[in-house]
């Protein structure tokens, strides 16, 4: 059983285009994040939502929209795909009650690989 | 501002041998936590090993322990007797309370490469 699924694993798309990256947790948490990777490999938080609400938006451009169907899913749209989104994009998930712990480990999925040709 | 400093991108060392990989922080925080990841050239983040701000003792899971060093603000992995298998990137990572919902901040990361 994968713990947090991403889909695809890998994407190839032309520039303008408009494409989504869907995740789910089985683990129960109640907090689920958008990771980018970079092509130096340096990982930086993208967005973070709590039971369906959104607490963490860091300066991404707004052409990234997530979407928190329920406290299992968050998926990443994404719009007018330029060159500079091609990354590793990763999911992840934590249980974070009672608010502002800092015990708690995150689980990441397997990422998915952009490429913006 | 919170912040995590990896100095080194790369690290080699000799299968079996012992390898400390350096990681030091920056926060005002008093409550945080830290954390490393593995990951391997397949893709996958792994959690390996946690240590708390409050915790008197080093973290130890299994091969890998946390040599944590609070008045300097580091957080040393030690991976004893390596093996081939832990060639791999390495990630150290906070989470510093900020009164509410806080998130994963990530070092640059170490490349170690194991030797046979």
């Known amino acids: 059983d994968t713990a947090v699924s991403q889909t695809p694993k890998y994407l190839v798309t032309q520039m303008g285009n408009d494409k989504s990256i869907k995740c789910e947790q089985n683990l129960g948490h109640d907090t689920m994040y958008w990771y980018k990777q970079d092509s130096k490999k340096f990982l930086k938080i993208m967005f973070s939502?709590?039971?369906?609400?959104?607490?963490i938006n860091e300066t991404v451009p707004n052409r990234f929209s997530p979407k928190s169907p329920d406290k299992a899913h968050l998926n990443l749209h994404i719009n007018s795909l330029e060159l500079g989104d091609s990354a590793v994009y990763f999911c992840?998930?934590?249980?974070?009650?009672?608010?502002?712990?800092?015990?708690?480990?995150?689980?990441f999925g397997q990422g998915t690989r952009l490429t913006v040709v | 501002a919170q912040k995590i400093t990896q100095t080194q991108p790369g690290m080699f060392v000799q299968e079996k041998e012992a390898v400390t990989l350096d990681c030091t922080y920056d926060t005002s925080d008093p409550s945080y936590g830290l954390f490393w990841y593995k990951q391997p050239s397949s893709g996958e983040m792994i959690f390996l090993i946690y240590?708390?701000?409050?915790?008197?003792q080093n973290a130890t899971e299994g091969r890998y322990s946390l040599n944590f060093q609070k008045a300097r603000k580091s957080a040393n992995l030690v991976i004893s007797a390596s093996q081939l298998g832990d060639s791999a990137m390495y990630f150290c990572a906070m989470r510093a309370d900020s009164g509410g919902y806080n998130k994963l901040i990530f070092g640059a990361g170490t490349r170690l490469a194991v030797h046979p």
């Open positions: 939502y709590n039971n369906k609400e959104l607490i």
């Open positions: 992840a998930s934590s249980y974070e009650e009672p608010r502002g712990r800092t015990n708690t480990e995150a689980f």
């Open positions: 240590q708390g701000s409050y915790d008197q």
